[in-house]
């Protein structure tokens, strides 16, 4: 168990929709957090959420070792690295070889500052977490997946079509983040995230893209793939309340799903945004668009033997959507 109160936690990437999550959660502890944040949504649109109180943010990019050298990283007891250039599935599969180059400059930045020099003369890190992606698992994985069907160190590497640039680079990542000389490093793979603070902007994921869709009168309703396939999505809060369990409870190299036990296929999912908003409109396949995996499900036997809260209470679809959609309204649609 970690005492997080005064403790120096680093969150790179922690502007974005996990990350200010976890922030939240970390001052609520009373740990000492820094923010070191690009400060922009999928590599374009700024960032305005504002910091909680005593929050120190520094606007920075996590792929230039120097700047993160500058910004003390050795001093934090626990780093949290968040950090990414995250996109919808268009975008992954038009731009693969860019969604590599920038995730993996990200890995490498990080490595790098955490192995240079001795961290200029700072040694304090006890604890990394590595946030990387269900995204690593091939189309062929078992159903639910293991961690270990994937193994950071050994292979196979060979992330599903739609995801494969995005996929390796998180993969580079896990490999070299288990291989810095910290007592305890921790990989995380979240399921789809959703929730406060999402990203509504041109290229974003499935339900914020769906609740504009939905909201701005689209009928019928396309349903991307024909809407059969499914998927895990974990309320924000939820996937960050289970970051801060993992850097409490996993002992070193612990790779650990982040996910819930409640597979919805995309129709389903657009059905209860079709509630929350009072809409009705006839539903259509579309095979013309990206489907994805067919069926991606997380297996959640490690979360459980650690656990984490996610596996056992956590924020159900329908309701985490109505308070997705509240807040998408407030912010002004």
Known sequence: MIDWRDRP????????????????????????????????RAGREQIGWETPPGVKCMQGDAGDSYELLDAG???FLVIFNLAANVAGIVHNLSSPAEMMADNLAIKLG???????????????????VDVSTV?????????PTPESFVD??????????????????KLCGEFLSLHLPIPRVLIARPSNLYGLRDYFGPGCH???????????GENPLKLWGGGQQTRTFVYAADAALALIELAERAPHKTICNIGVPEEVTIHEVAERICVVL???????????????YHRRVPDLGVAESLGLTCTKNWVRLEDGIATTVAWWKAQGA
Do not use: M
Request: charged share 15%; glycine share 14%; with cysteine.
């Open 110 to 128: 990080v490595y790098k500052a955490l192995t240079h020099g001795g961290y200029r003369g700072y040694h304090d890190t006890d604890v990394f």
């Open 73 to 75: 990283i050795g001093r």
């Open 152 to 169: 950071p160190l050994k292979g196979p590497w060979s992330p599903e079509s739609s995801n494969f640039g995005y996929g390796i680079a």
């Open 206 to 216: 499935v339900i914020p893209g769906l609740i504009q869709r939905i909201a701005g």
């Open 278 to 292: 009072d809409k009705a409109p006839q539903f259509e396949q579309d095979y013309g668009q990206p489907r994805g």
């Open 9 to 40: 936690v680093l969150v790179i990437g922690g502007a974005g929709l996990l990350g200010s999550h976890l922030v939240s959660l970390l001052v609520e502890r009373g740990a000492k957090v820094t923010i070191f944040d690009l400060l922009l």
């Open 135 to 143: 995204c690593v698992t091939p189309s062929e994985a078992p159903i």
